[in-house]
Nanobody, 125 residues
Framework: QVQLVESGGGVVQAGGSLRLSCAAS????????MGWFRQAPGKEREFVAA????????YYADSVKGRFTISRDNAQNTMRLQMNSLKPEDTAAYYC??????????????????WGQGTQVTVSS
């Protein structure tokens, strides 16, 4: 069974930076795509960023483009999300997700099979 564990959340002032990590375990082969989603209180979970191995492509929500960077260390089976220029509206629980089968999309929750427990990011104004 695949396990995803997020870390790196915390409290930061607006304009600051945080780096989230997601460690995957339980499979001997690489995922086909990994992504980050977030959910603020009272709101639905939304797509943040994703990496797709088959095309070596990265994908970002418009709200984070230019501020967030997704990367992956395949040797360590870890995915990271570097978040710069953070805004109060970035405050949310951040979840990492992974899939091990080939699919087209990366921006929907149903594009992934495995999820972490989440890590809280709070940006103060």
């Amino acid at each position: 069974q695949v396990q995803l564990v997020e870390s790196g959340g915390g409290v930061v002032q607006a304009g600051g930076s945080l780096r989230l990590s997601c460690a995957a375990s339980g499979r001997t082969f690489s995922s086909t795509a990994m992504g980050w989603f977030r959910q603020a209180p009272g709101k639905e979970r939304e797509f943040v960023a994703a990496f797709k191995w088959s095309t070596s492509s990265t994908y970002y929500a418009d709200s984070v483009k230019g501020r967030f960077t997704i990367s992956r260390d395949n040797a360590q089976n870890t995915m990271r999300l570097q978040m710069n220029s953070l805004k109060p509206e970035d405050t949310a629980a951040y979840y990492c997700a992974a899939r091990y089968s080939e699919r087209i999309g990366v921006r929907r929750e149903q594009d992934y099979d495995y999820w972490g427990q989440g890590t809280q990011v709070t940006v103060s104004s």
